[in-house]
């Protein structure tokens, strides 16, 4: 696996939001397209990570999402104790 550029603790910002398309009859009943959609813009703290690489985010309104770090840009490191 890659080196992560984020750390757990870092702020991020989220900068796009994944193509999310469904097979053809399915709809999006969840509105997981409007949930992605909604975090564009907004600031939040890593969380942890998956086996994949995706990075777990938080939102108020949820108990975690998980996004890829290539719609992320890291705003501010965690610092480390001395």
């Known amino acids: 696996m890659p080196k992560r550029r984020f750390k757990a603790g ?3 910002t989220v900068i796009g939001s994944p193509p999310i398309r469904f ?3 399915l709809r ?3 509105g997981t ?3 992605f959609q909604s975090l564009v813009g907004k600031v939040y703290t890593v969380r942890g990570f998956d086996e994949y690489g995706q990075i777990e985010l938080r939102p108020k309104r949820l ?3 998980w996004i890829e770090p290539e719609f ?3 705003r501010a490191r965690k610092r480390q104790k001395p």
């Open 10 to 12: 870092d702020k991020v």
């Open 23 to 25: 097979p053809p009859g």
């Open 28 to 30: 999006d009943e969840l």
């Open 33 to 35: 397209k409007r949930l």
């Open 63 to 65: 108990s975690y999402v």
């Open 72 to 74: 992320l840009k890291l």
